[in-house]
T-cell receptor, first 113, second 112 residues
Framework: KAGVTQTPRYLIKTRGQQVTLSCSPI?????VSWYQQTPGQGLQFLFE???????NKGNFPGRFSGRQFSNSRSEMNVSTLELGDSALYLC????????????FGSGTRLTVV | DQQVKQNSPSLSVQEGRISILNCDYT??????FLWYKKYPAEGPTFLIS?????DKNEDGRFTVFLNKSAKHLSLHIVPSQPGDSAVYFC???????????FGSGTKLNVKP
């Protein structure tokens, strides 16, 4: 059974650019959540999607957005990149909302220069 | 505002001894707690969980203890092995059941 797949694994962008990250959940999982990991800050919740609808949102600026497609695949977009956006972005899937836990992907390492 | 805190960024333990990782939380409405382990260049993997109706859950070498009055949970690894060296995150499920709050992680180093 394939796990959670995130692409690309690594990305280098310039300040002011925008970026799109992709996440394919485990087959049958309908909930996808996104987290940002930075040193010393742990995993900060970005948003959760379920059935193509954003169900929950963390405390990030509007430059961070996402969407979910009918096949449960999800994309996350960050516009007008800032140096502070450099982080590991993790996608996690679960069968349903309020599940007992997540299965995480390996993440996309974004570096903004 | 950090609702889940892991105050020890790192911990070093000798192989065969006990590792104790601690986690504190602020919201008494949290109802479900998990521990994840993360190796470099990989996503976190689920380790063990505990519901707020219990105070202990055991799975092999791993035991999680929950003290609701103190809003504190801990993960015990006995005996510790070099392969346990990783970053450990604790997480708590929010009262809206949709969101997990994660701590900042503790890097465990088990020395052979």
């Amino acid at each position: 059974k394939a796990g959670v797949t995130q692409t690309p694994r690594y990305l280098i962008k310039t300040r002011g650019q925008q970026v799109t990250l992709s996440c394919s959940p485990i087959s049958g999982h309908r909930s996808v959540s996104w987290y940002q990991q930075t040193p010393g800050q742990g995993l900060q919740f970005l948003f959760e999607y379920f059935s193509e609808t954003q169900r929950n949102k963390g405390n990030f600026p509007g430059r961070f957005s996402g969407r979910q497609f009918s096949n449960s695949r999800s994309e996350m977009n960050v516009s007008t990149l800032e140096l502070g956006d450099s982080a590991l972005y993790l996608c996690a899937s679960s069968l349903r909302q309020g599940a007992d836990g997540y299965t995480f992907g390996s993440g996309t390492r974004l570096t903004v220069v | 505002d950090q609702q889940v805190k892991q105050n020890s960024p790192s911990l070093s333990v000798q192989e065969g001894r006990i590792s104790i990782l601690n986690c504190d939380y602020t919201n008494s409405m949290f109802d479900y707690f998990l521990w994840y382990k993360k190796y470099p260049a990989e996503g976190p993997t689920f380790l063990i969980s505990i519901s707020s109706i219990k105070d202990k859950n055991e799975d092999g070498r791993f035991t999680v203890f929950l003290n609701k009055s103190a809003k504190h949970l801990s993960l015990h690894i006995v005996p510790s092995q070099p392969g346990d060296s990783a970053v450990y995150f604790c997480a708590a499920r929010g009262d809206n059941f949709n969101k997990f709050y994660f701590g900042s992680g503790t890097k465990l180093n088990v020395k052979p």
